[in-house]
Nanobody
Framework: QVQLVESGGGLVQPGGSLRLSCAASGFALDYYAIGWFRQAPGKEREGVSS???????YYADSVKGRFTNSRDNAKNTVYLQMNSLKPEDTAVYYCATGRDRGSSYYRLRGVRVADFGSWGQGTQVTVSS
């Protein structure tokens, strides 16, 4: 069965940290670029970060300097380390696979929902005191 499974979400206080995991089964993640997205209640899904097959990363301005995207192809897993979390980071976080369009593309276009296809089920991140 081909699937992506996110984990690592939870409740954290402002300023805290979480590490999300995106594990693939039934296929090899290293053939794809991986995007991280989030969706808050009543808002559209937005791109947070991407990582290309060779490990080049892109971050939305809202998370730059606080989030780190990395991949471990041996474990078939991608990670999103989230530090200095803010209440506005509260959302369901998703990972998704997409054709690797190269780092320049993501720098110019951002992380777009339309560029990614297979999605996980999401993991809830709540930042609150």
């Amino acid at each position: 069965q081909v699937q992506l499974v996110e984990s690592g979400g939870g409740l954290v206080q402002p300023g805290g940290s979480l590490r999300l995991s995106c594990a693939a089964s039934g296929f090899a993640l290293d053939y794809y670029a991986i995007g991280w997205f989030r969706q808050a209640p009543g808002k559209e899904r937005e791109g947070v970060s991407s990582i290309t097959r060779d490990g080049n990363t892109y971050y939305a301005d809202s998370v730059k300097g606080r989030f780190t995207n990395s991949r471990d192809n041996a474990k078939n897993t991608v990670y999103l380390q989230m530090n200095s979390l803010k209440p506005e980071d509260t959302a369901v976080y998703y990972c998704a696979t997409g054709r690797d369009r190269g780092s320049s593309y993501y720098r110019l276009r951002g992380v777009r929902v339309a560029d990614f296809g297979s999605w996980g089920q999401g993991t809830q991140v709540t930042v609150s005191s």
